[in-house]
Structures are given as structure tokens and as C-alpha cells.
């Protein structure tokens, strides 16, 4: 490819998709999943882990099987493999193992830098302690982990430079330890996470005030960051930034990639807070680590279908059962986090640090960590009173430029690397320079 070929390329699109799509994901097949789990009865943590047929131990052992039918079908495109710890705490006073499943699908590059697309398995009723009674659990979180098996099977086969991890969770309703058991051992193992999707609550249109909203998914993301120290938040005090961290850059990127596949047919809107008001889930223990990462939820909740015993009072319906579902709507959230996927995984890792020289002038030097395999660069910026980038401009051959007539003190900057088919990484927000 010429230079010139490359630069046009860099400068076409924001967000470039990565590879065409190959296949869709199914309704069917996502209310097949749904409707297995279901079949389970209670999936929660404590119930049994080893009667065959219900309890969380039955639904991870299919939920494991699955993956493995996907990996078969791919010729060993999938590993798959189980992570556990123990965890005690106020709703497992007597302590509970907790059990991950994961499906590995390597990438081509560092096998460190990784993607991962999440959902929780378990579910409860409305005694949190209740670990007989049915919860079927729907769309919190069957949907999810649904969600996760289709995004599997639909990019099973594909070849990316970064390795996607699909993960079913346990252990959410009793204090998000599936989460912190996979971002530790994220951490233990010297993953990279480029992006964690966690994917809560994503399979219903009608709200309980009977409003229906099929067309817009919420994606959650921080602002100032749990992982910041000290120095970090005199740094952010100086400079700004609550709005450009990691986990908002992932969710900044996740709405152009809606906006860039018009055809999924989802609004992103992208709420600034980490998780509903007052609740969290389990992208939370990444966030803590300091990795990117963002919850999608629906575009409108039913709080009568959301840990309830299954009843009817006064005429009204309450529990999560499938009939509170949308299946198609499923499929259009699952389409976004396939493509989301295929852009994080296929694009460079964001440049480590970008750096701004311009005080006392009317031009900005900027410059930035190298990063390995990116074909190029694109600088995003924007006047400082605005969320989102409103200027970009690409650069191949240099790790540093000068933009001309920005004025550091109106402008945010930015910079993505970009990989040689035009997919990017998240942008990575600019800084002080070191002083000399």
C-alpha cells in the first residue's frame, strides 16, 4: 500500500469497520440459549454445582459445552477453560466457590492484549438468600450470557491481532465476584484488556411504565477514575480530562461504531456514570484495575421482571421469565458488541501517553508513545467545551506532529493508532510533557 493510499484511508472515517460480516446474529438462536437457561431453574451461586440437570453447576457446564461446539465447529478456534476462587462475604457467610467460564480465541499478535465481551450467569428472587425457589432469570442475566455465546459463535473463525475472551460470570448477585475474579486474573496473567464489555440486562423493550424503546441501548461508562491516585487526580485537576479516561473513551467509541453500522439500527446512549444510579456490576472490579470497560444495559427497564419471585398480585405480573423478552432486540445489541469487537480486536492498542507542548503559544506540539503493529496515528481534538472530538487528522511515518493555530488552552487532544485495515483504537486523552 502507498503512503498516499494509506493516508486516505486513515483520514476516510472515524471509526472504519474492520471486517465485513460474515454472519448475523440469530433470535432464534439467542432464545434457544435463553430458554436453556432458563430450563435450569435457579442458576444461583449457592445453588448445587453438581446436579446435572439444576443449579449453577449444570448451567456453566452448558454454558461451557457450547462453547466447545463453537470451538469444534471452527477447527480449535476456541480454548476453553474454567477459573475459580472462594469467596465469602454477607450473602455467603459459609463461603461459595465461584466459577468463570471462559472461551479464548487467540489473536495473531502480543497474546497479552485482550478483549473481552462479559455477562453474568447466575440469577436470584427477591430473597437474595433464596437458593431453592425457580429464577429464571431471563434477561438478568440469561440475555447476557446469551448474548456472549451467539458473539462467539459469530466471530468464531475470524482472525484478529488482539485475543477476545467470551466470559460467563458467577457469583454477580452476591458482590460482583465472577467480575473480580476475572480481573484478577486479568492481572495475575499480564493482560493488556483493551476493552471489557459487560453485557447486564440487555433483552427487554417494554418499560414498567409500558413505554417501548427497541431502537437505543445504554452504555455505562466513568468519568474521573477508579484507579486514580494522588498525583493522577492533581494531574486530571490541571489539565481536565473527566471526560476522556479509558472507560469513556470505550464508550465514545462504541457510539461511533453504532453510528458507523446504521444497519444494526441502535442508538447508543452513552450515560456518564460508571452504572445505574446507586448499583454497579461486574465491569466494576475492571474499572478498580484501571482497565477500560463499560456495561451495556437496555434502553429501558422493567423493575417487576428484575429479582422477583414468580407471582401475580392485583393482576399484575412479576418475574423474569421469557415472556417479558425481545429476542430481535437482543440480536440488534449482540450486532453492536460483534461489531465493537471485531474493531477493538483488529486495531492496535491506544498509544500509552500523548503528550502536549503549547504553553505561551499559538500552536500545539504533540507526540506519543509508538505503538507496535499500528500502520498510523489519527489526532482527535475539539474546543474545551465540548464532550465529543470534532477534528481529526491522520499521520503515518511520525510518532509526533504540530497542529497549527490550536491553542492548548481552548483544545482537547487526542490520539488513536490505527491498524493497516483502519480500525482504531480507543483514543488516548493528551497530557502535560514531561518538563526538561
Request: aromatic share 6%.
Amino acid at each position: 500500500m502507498s503512503k498516499m493510499i494509506l493516508i486516505a484511508a486513515l483520514a476516510a472515517v472515524a471509526v472504519a469497520p474492520a471486517a465485513a460480516q460474515t454472519k448475523a446474529p440469530d433470535p432464534a438462536r439467542l432464545k434457544a440459549s435463553v430458554e436453556r437457561l432458563v430450563g435450569f431453574g435457579t442458576r444461583h451461586t449457592l445453588s448445587s454445582p453438581t446436579d446435572p440437570k439444576r443449579g449453577i453447576g449444570a448451567a456453566r457446564r452448558w454454558g461451557a459445552g457450547a462453547f466447545e461446539a463453537i470451538g469444534k465447529a471452527c477447527g480449535g478456534c476456541l480454548r476453553v477453560e474454567t477459573i475459580a476462587d472462594r469467596f465469602t462475604g454477607p450473602r455467603a457467610p459459609d463461603g461459595v466457590e465461584v466459577v468463570d467460564v471462559l472461551a479464548i480465541q487467540p489473536g495473531t499478535g502480543d497474546p497479552r492484549q485482550v478483549v473481552i465481551v462479559a455477562g453474568h450467569i447466575d440469577s436470584r428472587v427477591t430473597d437474595v438468600m433464596n437458593i431453592t425457589s425457580d429464577a429464571p432469570g431471563a434477561n438478568d442475566n440469561a440475555s447476557g450470557s446469551a448474548l456472549v455465546i451467539e458473539a462467539a459463535r459469530v466471530l468464531a473463525g475470524e482472525k484478529f491481532d488482539g485475543t477476545i475472551v467470551y466470559a460467563l460470570l458467577s457469583g454477580e448477585e452476591q458482590g460482583l465476584w465472577g467480575g473480580k475474579l476475572l480481573a484478577s486474573t486479568a492481572k495475575a496473567r499480564g493482560w493488556q484488556v483493551r476493552a471489557m464489555l459487560n453485557n447486564d440486562i440487555v433483552g427487554n423493550t417494554v418499560g414498567q411504565n409500558g413505554q417501548v424503546v427497541a431502537d437505543r441501548v445504554r452504555v455505562f461508562s466513568e468519568g474521573i477514575r477508579f484507579a486514580e491516585d494522588a498525583q493522577a487526580s492533581l494531574t486530571r485537576r490541571a489539565i481536565g480530562g473527566e471526560d476522556d479516561g479509558p472507560s469513556r473513551a470505550l464508550a465514545k467509541k462504541i457510539d461511533g461504531i453504532a453510528a458507523a453500522h446504521p444497519q444494526i439500527g441502535l442508538d447508543v446512549f452513552a450515560v456518564r456514570r460508571f452504572d445505574r444510579f446507586g448499583r454497579g456490576g461486574d465491569h466494576s472490579p475492571f474499572l478498580e484495575l484501571g482497565f477500560p470497560a463499560v456495561r451495556f444495559s437496555v434502553g429501558i427497564e422493567n423493575y417487576d421482571r428484575q429479582h422477583q419471585d414468580l407471582r401475580t398480585e392485583n393482576g399484575r405480573v412479576y418475574g423474569d421469565t421469557i415472556a417479558g423478552m425481545d429476542f430481535a432486540y437482543l440480536a440488534k445489541v449482540t450486532a453492536l458488541n460483534v461489531a465493537a469487537l471485531r474493531e477493538l480486536a483488529d486495531a492496535p492498542a491506544a498509544p500509552g501517553t500523548v503528550s502536549l507542548d503549547g504553553a505561551l503559544s499559538m500552536d500545539t506540539r504533540v507526540f506519543w508513545d509508538a505503538v507496535p503493529g499500528a500502520a498510523g496515528y489519527k489526532l482527535y481534538w475539539r474546543r474545551a467545551d465540548g464532550q465529543d472530538w470534532t477534528d481529526s487528522r491522520a499521520v503515518t511515518g511520525a510518532t509526533e506532529t504540530v497542529l497549527k493555530d490550536i491553542v492548548v488552552d481552548d483544545h482537547f487532544i487526542g490520539v488513536a493508532a490505527v491498524g493497516k485495515d483502519g480500525a482504531e483504537s480507543l483514543v488516548t486523552f493528551g497530557g502535560m510533557a514531561p518538563r526538561k
